[in-house]
RNA sequence: GCCCGGGUGGUGUAGCCCGGUUAGCAUAGGGGCCUGUCGAGCCCCAGACCCGGGUUCAAAUCCCGGCCCGGGCGCCA
């Protein structure tokens, strides 16, 4: 939409134009002065000159501040020697919207980095940085990407709840919530409900949506809220029948970043590469032989931790030469009831890992009644607390399966960005829920 | 939650080890000069040691506590 209205401004005689924008930058030079607009798409010098512009306009720029907001109605020149803006305009009237506080609490113009913590206690002023809205233009293709890749393979778009009963499935930290007179949760994940709408019909589906962690966790790679692009589907062979789905997804929204994002990659100086299908697979127990080969010693039947992840990485981008590989069949006592074994000790369990960091885990799930309540015997939980979700097992269930994608990390690898809360537009963490 | 590191003008930093003049610099801000700047330039002005306690003749500097921030781990996406 901004594209259209942004072209309906030119008005088309004579090189008028209407523009907008925040100031960047006010060089005044005495009888010359120049005022850089920025908006999203561009830069805009205005040039105002002593004599030749009207007196009134040209005196109207001594309030102009920086990150003031204007409109100006002009002549567009081609002109070579503005070299740092796509466009100049002659302006012969200024709209001034709002003036800013001289003192800004950070420069947009980013002549001094601010640090992160001070970026995201004033977002507002950070997200005028060219670089950062890259981020999130990018994000926005990458999920169209992944979502027309979706719907053009039958997957249905749902909504499942966000405020959940009882507490979901893993031990991760739930957010409560007074509902009423009683209490309730913040998902941590729409695992259960997406089963469910597989069990109510719908054989493949996505929901596109927020998920809370209440964990204390203090890392670059950690929110306390964040977003995940969820796919189910039924009727499946295995668990390698959603690996197909996501590496294809995946691979269709890097494509389309690729596609429509040449100018932020490039801003932000990332050489993107549309990764190869099948992505490589490592399965347990070997996944305990490469990593003794790699000098770390895990032991047999448990699960792997964060070096392990790394080193794994090394070993695929060796190997395969690839950033993305899947992890399966891991330990059935490291995963949460709901997962399909594939015997007594793995499970139909896949994570999938993208430059060394978990991006997803997902797989076969169990869908026969009797077993399904025996793994939850098996995990010492409660059966009576999940009835609310078994039950409708014993009404009928296809086999099924599938995965969640974390929307910032995946946005965070692809462009090698330090910290998870640089790819969230208002991160959330322990610490942080302002602004 | 555990461990490690750090808090100096609005922002970003130097100084801290080895305590001692007006706490330096850049940028933003205020004022001035300049008709093609584009990280504009030049001159002038103003602006800071996280909070509390302790050691000492003397603390930004050493010690203790608190608060805040970053990183590592765990947990996970």
Same mark, same amino acid.
């Given at each position: ?32 002065? #120049?005022?850089?607009?920025? %908006? ?5 010098? !205005? ?16 309030? =102009?501040?920086? /990150? ?40 947009? *113009? ?16 950070? @997200? ?24 053009? *393979?039958?997957? @249905? ?27 309730? &949760? ?24 927020? *998920?809370?962690?209440?964990? !204390? ?7 306390? /809220? ?8 039924? #009727?499946?062979? *295995? ?42 697979? @490592? ?18 039947? /448990? ?7 790394? =080193? ?7 190997? &395969? ?6 992890? %399966? ?8 009831? &709901? ?12 994570? @999938? !890992? ?14 026969? &009644?009797?077993?399904? !309540? ?17 039950? #409708? ?43």
């Amino acid at each position: 939409m901004g594209d259209r209205w942004e072209e309906g401004l030119h008005m088309g005689e004579e090189g008028r134009v209407r523009v907008h924008g925040w100031v960047s930058e006010v060089r005044d030079l005495g009888r010359i002065r #120049f005022v850089v607009l920025r %908006n999203w798409r561009e830069k805009v010098q !205005l040039t105002l000159k002593r004599g030749v512009t009207p007196d009134e306009l040209f005196d109207l720029t001594d309030e =102009l501040t920086q /990150e003031s907001v204007i409109e100006a109605i002009g002549e567009e020149v081609a002109e070579k020697r503005a070299k740092a803006v796509d466009r100049e305009v002659i302006p012969s009237k200024v709209i001034v919207h709002s003036i800013a506080d001289p003192k800004l609490p950070m420069d947009p *113009n980013w002549k001094v980095p601010a640090q992160l913590p001070t970026r995201l206690d004033n977002r507002p002023l950070d @997200l005028r940085r060219p670089e950062v809205q890259a981020i999130f233009k990018i994000e926005a293709s990458l999920i169209h990407g992944m979502e027309d890749w979706l719907r053009e *393979n039958g997957f @249905l778009r749902v909504f499942t709840p966000a405020i959940i009963g009882a507490a979901s499935e893993s031990g991760a930290e739930v957010f409560r919530v007074k509902y009423f007179d009683r209490e309730a &949760y913040l998902r941590q994940d729409p695992q259960l409900h997406r089963q469910l709408t597989v069990i109510g019909g719908f054989e493949r589906i996505y929901d596109l949506g927020v *998920n809370w962690r209440a964990e !204390l966790s203090h890392t670059p790679r950690h929110l306390s /809220e964040f977003r995940s692009i969820a796919v189910e589907l039924a #009727f499946i062979e *295995n668990e390698q029948d959603t690996m197909r789905v996501e590496e294809s997804m995946i691979r269709a929204g890097i494509q389309r970043v690729v596609e429509e994002r040449s100018r932020e990659l490039e801003l932000l100086g990332i050489q993107l590469e549309i990764p190869n299908v099948p992505f490589p697979e @490592l399965r347990f127990p070997k996944v305990y032989d490469i990593l003794e080969e790699m000098g770390k010693e895990v032991e047999y039947g /448990e699960d792997y931790d964060t070096e392990s992840e790394k =080193l794994l990485w090394q070993y695929v981008r060796q190997e &395969y030469g690839s950033d993305f590989f899947f992890v %399966n069949r891991f330990p059935f006592k490291a995963k949460p009831f &709901y997962v399909m074994k594939e015997d007594d000790m793995w499970a139909r369990s896949v994570d @999938l !890992l993208y430059k060394g960091l978990e991006l997803s885990s997902g797989g076969q799930r169990e869908h026969r &009644y009797e077993v399904l !309540l025996s793994q939850i015997v098996e995990k010492g939980m409660n059966p009576k607390n999940l009835e609310w979700f078994t039950k #409708f097992f014993a009404y009928g269930a296809p086999p099924h399966g599938g995965f969640a994608v974390g929307i910032e990390r995946l946005t965070m690898k692809m462009l090698n960005l330090q910290n998870i809360k640089e790819a969230a537009l208002f991160p959330r963490d322990p610490e942080r829920v302002l602004p």
